[in-house]
């Protein structure tokens, strides 16, 4: 006696899903059943029905399979642990090369500060800052009064 095969398609209502669940379990179950025994294969179905029940069934040597496969995940864990090991190396590596940056553009900095005798604001006097204020303002006015002359002369 063979199976019949059956049209997969959603159910709309909620109380027809629960009943066709509670219906076609046991047939679910006796499926996997026959399954395992046929082709020799330990098979495990998990139903969570909409009712929120949970259904279990597991062939008989699946209890040893779940044992085995406890242990090749032991070898996962460890292939995991090697590729993170690796991908922390490489950003290690990025950072070192990061902080070797940072320590190339401090340099530069310094250097431009003390080509153009200049000194950072946080390091200056409230008297410098005064004169440095000034000298933009000033700096301001001559930028104003040049872009007033050109638009004249662009005008003309």
Do not use: D, W
């Amino acid at each position: 006696m063979g199976f019949r095969k059956i049209k997969i398609n959603y159910i709309e209502k909620s109380l027809t899903r629960r009943m066709i669940i509670s219906k076609c379990r046991a047939g679910i179950f006796n499926k996997a059943n026959a399954l395992a025994r046929l082709h020799n294969v330990e098979v495990a179905v998990f139903i969570n029905s909409p009712a929120g029940r949970q259904y279990l069934f597991r062939s008989p040597g699946f209890n040893s399979y779940s044992r085995k496969s406890g242990r090749s995940s032991a070898s996962l864990k460890k292939a995991r642990i090697l590729k993170l090991q690796a991908k922390l190396v490489g950003v290690m590596k990025k950072l070192e090369a990061e902080k070797q940056r940072e320590k190339v553009l401090k340099k530069r900095f310094e250097e431009t500060l003390q080509k153009y005798n200049m000194k950072e604001i946080e390091n200056s006097s409230l008297e410098e800052l005064i004169a440095f204020k000034e000298k933009l303002e000033t700096l301001r006015k001559t930028v104003n009064q040049k872009r007033m002359e050109m638009e004249v002369s662009l005008s003309y």
